[in-house]
């Protein structure tokens, strides 16, 4: 079966870290751009961040830029999102997202008229004051 998985969510003080996993199933996770996106109440989906298929050049949107990282496992078929110095407005469903056929800018959107073939089903992070 092809699909996403996404895990590592939780509660946590503000100040604390979570690490996020997106473990993929079916398909080489590798070959692919994967981006990692979050959800907040009454709010639109927002970019996180992002790792490129080509290179894997990392970018973050400047809200976690300097807290957050993203990093790719090859043997564990995985993309990690080590989130650091957490605040409250971080709170979120946190989703990850791939594409084997194109690639992000630097702003995480996809080059050409592409969507991503896959998501996953999310994971809540929920950060205390």
């Known amino acids: 079966q092809v699909r996403l998985v996404e895990s590592g969510g939780g509660v946590v003080q503000a100040g604390g870290s979570l690490r996020l996993s997106c473990a993929a199933s079916?398909?080489?996770?590798?070959?692919?751009?994967v981006g990692w996106f979050r959800q907040a109440p009454g709010k639109e989906r927002e970019v996180v961040s992002c790792v490129s298929s080509s290179d894997s050049t990392s970018y973050y949107t400047n809200s976690v830029k300097g807290r957050f990282t993203i990093s790719r496992d090859n043997a564990k078929n995985t993309v990690y999102l080590q989130m650091n110095s957490l605040k409250p407005e971080d709170t979120a469903v946190y989703y990850c997202?791939?594409?084997?056929?194109?690639?992000?800018?630097?702003?995480?959107?996809?080059?050409?008229?592409?969507?991503?073939?896959?998501w996953g089903r999310g994971t809540q992070v929920t950060v205390s004051s």
């Open positions: 079916g398909f080489i996770l590798d070959d692919s751009a």
């Open positions: 997202a791939s594409v084997a056929d194109s690639d992000y800018d630097r702003e995480c959107q996809l080059v050409g008229f592409y969507e991503h073939d896959y």
